[in-house]
């Protein structure tokens, strides 16, 4: 026989190299065994990066010798039964300790409430010490020392301690935000201390312990249900951003996962509100039936298969836009915070996003834009421009440069959130007066929102004006992409795409979007069918049109050197106050920026 059965050493070590990839690996499988087991206070040490030391202790439900026995065997665990339809556990595999003994040097100590001492058993590179009793207190101590040095090869592919140590931190983080109520410490001699007291109930004050106090003052919270799957948590406002997506956290059923279909959702929700480049702040929190997802996937447990990836995706997209329509209009305390420090002695302006390249927003570099771009406007859009908004955009231009000084007496306008208007500077820069502060607007950048908003309306309240083909255009694909087109026909048709079926690998398009001119209609059905295939929706089409709304209210808008008098001043407000979205511009550039008395005062040392 050339077939043979592998010994049990080399079947662990194969699994370790699914399950834990780096330290950072095996700390999350120890932390959610810890979770697991009921404990509210797990202490993490670490020491070279976590490969030379990683130790987990809680204070949990412990075990006694005989379930330690079987917890470092393959494939015993307690919290698994008979069906993967009902999971509820963080861990579930039992593959995690097994798997870390056969590569490491394992020791495990846990002691039962009812018990009167611990048990100890010892797994060094596969082999087993039997469990004895030992010293220690109600819950359990793993410790891992040597991780990998029965595997030397994947050892030498890990990166620097600090690296490690990173990672391991980071981990931490996601477990914190996951689980509030637990108090976190991570704590070694590759690392300053973190301790994360437990608060309970309060979700936004852990959030606020991982991101930063500032987050609070720019959260709005989600809630929001489609069908059997919920989702909460917290997205902040589109002028409070990062530079890359690392401040991006899901759960799903209290479990973290990073999920490309939930980050692509995120990003799809800000879309328009973010500049180029940056990256929005969110934690959501997905909770639905065990039985709609599958979190079997991959042995690290990372990745998650939703029953209705279609129906998970809308719900986020749909959700985190209803909350920024409901309070996305906010100024970040970010930008208030870079003002104060720009005036203050020495003074920079760090915290400010980075202004986008005007090239990524301009009309002739847009992949969208019709040759004949404005000729190509549908009747009808152009009455969401700058026509809607006449007591702004309708006086005559004056090239008077002085400041426009409004009525000094204060009116029952200082009673507004954006309060009353007491001047233009240089011809761009709304000052506003509120009963608590003072508030400066862009005013190209404000009233470019608002027109961008009107358009966005006239796109979902209608079918969008199209154009007829001639010749009605024949697009071949597989008959799997044609199936998906179809299912998707009339939604299509209502953006201004008419498409039916040419026999069974073929696509006739008939009609396209009138705002997108001369369009590539081959290549714009492929993307929309792999977008189907992918995520089950058809919304890149929309955000196409979204984007050439985008720019036409660019300029569209009132520009940048135009006087306003103050009525019109005052009606830009006004409009601002009841647009959603309109904290930012199209481009994710923030429209206004608020001071508050208080910071006012502290400028010039009265407070």
Known sequence: MIIQQLPETLINQIAAGEVIERPASAAKELIENAIDAGATRIDIATAGGGKTLLRISDNGMGMDAGDLELAVRRHCTSKLKTSLDDIKSLGFRGEALPSIGSVAKLSITSRRAESDSAFQIVVEGGKVSGARPSPGNVGTVVEVRDLFFATPARLKFLKTERAEAAAITEMVKRMAIAFPHIRFVLSGSDRTTLELGATGDDHLARIAQVLGAEFRDNAIALDAVREDVHMGGFAAVPTFNRGNSAHQYAFVNGRPVQDKLVLSAIRGAYAETVPFGRYPVAVLALTLDPALVDVNVHPAKSDVRFRDPGLVRGLIVGGIREALAREGDRSSTAGAGAMLRAFRPGGGGAGLSPRPSAASWSMETSPSRPNNFFQTMPQGMAEGGQGRFDSVTAPTARTDTTISQAVPEVTEQGRFRLGAARAQVHANYIVAQTEDGLVIVDQHAAHERLVFEDMRKALTGRRLPSQGLLIPEIVDL??????????????????GLAIERFGLGAIAVRETPSMLGEVNVNG????????????????????????????????????????????????????????????????????????????????????
């Open 478 to 495: 597989p008959e799997e992409d044609c199936d998906r087109l179809m299912d998707h026909a009339v939604n299509l048709d209502r953006l």
């Open 524 to 607: 714009l059905l492929r993307q929309l069918a792999d977008e189907i295939a992918e995520w089950d929706t058809a919304d890149g089409l929309f955000a196409k049109l979204e984007h050439v709304a985008a720019t036409m209210a660019c300029h569209g808008s009132v520009r940048s050197g135009r006087v306003l008098r103050p009525e019109e001043m005052n009606a830009l407000l006004r409009k601002m106050e009841e647009t959603p979205g309109s904290g930012q511009c199209n481009h994710g550039r923030p429209t206004y920026v608020e001071l508050k008395l208080g910071d006012i005062e502290r400028l010039f040392g009265r407070s």
